[in-house]
Structure formats: structure tokens, C-alpha cells
């Protein structure tokens, strides 16, 4: 797989884990994320999950070495543009509430 199409997956895997997540209402991170762990927060664990039965995923996480897009950073990062979009819609949406 191409490192830029790999990239795109994981990148893909975890703004779709983010989108449940955030749907549900659902914390993102555990106590404990460490590999030996046996239940390492809700964004890991779905991840994991969606890398199980998404063939390309889980190739892509394969390769993935430093550029995993698990990092709580990112996390935020993806969490804060669907906040950024959800804020843009209400001011669309108000816009056009004013205009009637």
C-alpha cells in the first residue's frame, strides 16, 4: 500500500471512530491504553475493532509505525473540526433564520 493512501486510511479509520464516539456520547480515552491492557478506552478499542473487520485498515495500521493517528492529540485535533463544523452549521442555520 502507497504511504500516502495508508496514511488516508488511518487517518479515515479514526475520524469514523471519532464520529461514533462523539454520536454516542461516549468517552474517548481508559485508565490504561497500554498494549497489555485488556480494555484500553473506547477509541482504541473501536479502532481495533473497525482494523479487524476493514481489511485495508488493518493493512494500513500494519505499516503504520510513528504515524499511527491514535495519539491523544489527534484526537482532539479531529474532535475539535467536527466541533468547528457543528458550530458553522448553527451560524448557517441562524443566518438563514433571520432572512425569513
Same mark, same amino acid.
Given at each position: =500500500? %502507497? ?5 488516508? $486510511?488511518?487517518?479515515?479509520? #479514526?475520524?469514523? $471512530? ?11 480515552? !481508559?485508565?490504561?491504553? #497500554?498494549?497489555?491492557?485488556? +480494555?484500553? !478506552?473506547?477509541? *482504541?478499542? &473501536?479502532? @481495533? /475493532? *473497525? ?9 494500513? &495500521?500494519?505499516?503504520? !509505525?510513528?504515524?499511527? =493517528?491514535?495519539?491523544?492529540?489527534? %484526537?482532539? @485535533?479531529? &474532535?475539535? /473540526?467536527?466541533? +468547528?463544523? &457543528? ?6 442555520? !441562524?443566518? =438563514? /433564520?433571520?432572512? /425569513?
Amino acid at each position: =500500500m %502507497q504511504p500516502k493512501k495508508a496514511y488516508f $486510511t488511518r487517518l479515515n479509520g #479514526s475520524i469514523d $471512530t471519532a464520529r461514533l464516539l462523539l454520536n454516542q456520547g461516549l468517552a474517548f480515552r !481508559g485508565h490504561d491504553e #497500554s498494549k497489555e491492557s485488556y +480494555n484500553k !478506552g473506547n477509541f *482504541l478499542e &473501536v479502532y @481495533d /475493532c *473497525l482494523a479487524e473487520h476493514d481489511p485495508e485498515l488493518r493493512k494500513a &495500521v500494519g505499516t503504520a !509505525g510513528n504515524s499511527s =493517528m491514535l495519539a491523544p492529540e489527534i %484526537q482532539r @485535533d479531529i &474532535v475539535q /473540526c467536527f466541533a +468547528n463544523e &457543528v458550530i458553522q452549521s448553527l451560524k448557517n442555520l !441562524g443566518m =438563514m /433564520c433571520f432572512a /425569513c
